[in-house]
């Protein structure tokens, strides 16, 4: 079953106008209620505020929301002898010919291989 929205587009342009006004998180939150589930009236939490917040920002136009579709992925091959083969790296990175890099291994939960460059 779908749930229906806590706020709607008009109150997220308001809340967006308070933020651009200056308007403290805590303040805004606190004008935002809602039904709690004891049947009361509960604030805004934050993690509502910055979804609710980054819904008006693209409603607005502030921010886009890319599609899928849209994301060029480029596919790069590991040669034989282990050599790694970016024909476009200075162009993507801006890094120049001859710059020096470590590979570093992923840290704590993060699959994420680091090249960092060596001063």
């Known amino acids: 079953m779908a ?8 109150d997220r342009a308001n809340l967006l106008k308070q933020v651009q006004d200056g308007v403290s998180e805590q303040d805004i939150r ?12 509960r604030e805004m939490t934050s993690v509502e505020f910055a979804q609710q917040l980054k819904q008006a920002m693209v409603e607005a136009g502030i921010i886009k929301q890319s599609s899928q579709r849209s994301i060029k992925s480029d596919t790069y091959t590991v040669t034989a ?15 120049k010919p001859g710059t020096t890099f470590s590979l570093e291994t992923p840290r704590g ?4 291989w680091r090249l960092v460059p060596i001063d």
């Open 3 to 10: 749930r229906s929205p806590r706020w709607s587009k008009e």
């Open 30 to 41: 606190r004008v935002f209620k809602t039904k709690s589930r004891g049947g009361g009236l």
């Open 109 to 112: 939960r993060s699959k994420a």
């Open 81 to 95: 002898s282990g050599r790694l083969n970016i024909p476009d790296f200075e162009k993507i990175t801006g890094y």
